[in-house]
Nanobody
Framework: QVQLVESGGGTVQAGGSLRLSCAASGYSNNIKRMTWFRQAPGKEREGVASIYPGGGPTYYADSVKVRFTISQDNAKKSLYLHMNSLKPEDTAMYYC??????????????????WGQGTQVTVSS
C-alpha cells in the first residue's frame, strides 16, 4: 500500500506564492506517475500538474502553465508544487495522487489508485 500526505497549504493574498509538499511512503517504488489535483467547492476535481517519478516530461493544466511548477525529490520520496502569481480562482483543496502505470490521461482522476487527504489553498483578492 502507498500512503500520501500533503502539506503546505494555507491562505495567501492574490499574487503570492505557496509550495505544497507530498510525502510518499509504503510500496512507493511501484509508483509510475504522480499528479497534483485540485477541487473547488461545487466543481469537479481537476488535474493541475503531473510528473513521472523516474524523470521525463512534466504536464500542466492550461490554467496554471507558467505560474506553477511540479518537482520531486526521489531521495526524500517527495513531490512538490510550487505555485506563483496565485489567483483567487486557484482556491481549492489540493490533492496528491499516484498510480502504478504510466499510460492513459494524466488528468483523469479515476485512473489514480492512491490519494492523499488534501491540503487547503485559499487565495484572497
Amino acid at each position: 500500500q502507498v500512503q500520501l500526505v500533503e502539506s503546505g497549504g494555507g491562505t495567501v493574498q492574490a499574487g503570492g506564492s505557496l509550495r505544497l509538499s507530498c510525502a510518499a511512503s509504503g510500496y512507493s517504488n511501484n509508483i509510475k506517475r504522480m499528479t497534483w489535483f485540485r477541487q473547488a467547492p461545487g466543481k469537479e476535481r481537476e488535474g493541475v500538474a503531473s510528473i513521472y517519478p523516474g524523470g521525463g516530461p512534466t504536464y500542466y493544466a492550461d490554467s496554471v502553465k507558467v505560474r506553477f511548477t511540479i518537482s520531486q525529490d526521489n531521495a526524500k520520496k517527495s513531490l512538490y508544487l510550487h505555485m506563483n502569481s496565485l489567483k483567487p480562482e486557484d482556491t481549492a483543496m489540493y490533492y496528491c495522487a499516484a498510480r502504478d502505470f504510466r499510460g492513459g490521461s494524466w488528468m483523469s482522476a479515476g485512473l489514480y489508485k492512491y490519494w492523499g487527504q488534501g491540503t487547503q489553498v485559499t487565495v484572497s483578492s
